[in-house]
């Protein structure tokens, strides 16, 4: 009876394990989902309810300002396809060195459909073509 009892123990103790592994890899995946978009998708979007976004595009050579009220910038984002599609962006906290005009960059925050201006959380610069390998 003792070894029945034991073994009955180790299955369970698999099976809450397996599941526990699971809700944790279910969790992570919903909560940091974002969708890549180009300016001109976002743009279309419905105009429901925020959604979290993942913008790529280049920064417009007019309108940079820093902010007035702490570190940050504000700028307008252009679709790299569509160059008369563009959105403000505002972001707060340090700018990397890379943030230049017609710079190549990725912002992550929350969008609501048919607006045009956007508060991130997060701005990534794309590396320049001069850090890329020469095709000889």
Sequence with gaps: ???KNSKSLYVAALALFVLGIGYLVFTGFAGGSAYHLEVAEALA??????QPVRLAGNVKASG???LEEG????????????TTKSLWITFKG??????VPGA????EGMYTGGSSDLEVKK??????????KKET
């Design 64 to 66: 940079i300002a820093a």
């Design 123 to 132: 701005l990534m610069t794309q590396c320049p073509s001069k850090y890329q």
């Design 71 to 82: 570190v940050g910038v504000r700028f307008q984002l252009e679709d790299k396809n569509d």
């Design 94 to 99: 340090a700018v990397p060195d890379a943030f």
């Design 104 to 107: 190549g960059v990725i912002v």
């Design 45 to 50: 979007l419905p105009p429901d309810k925020p």
């Design 1 to 3: 009876m003792p070894k």
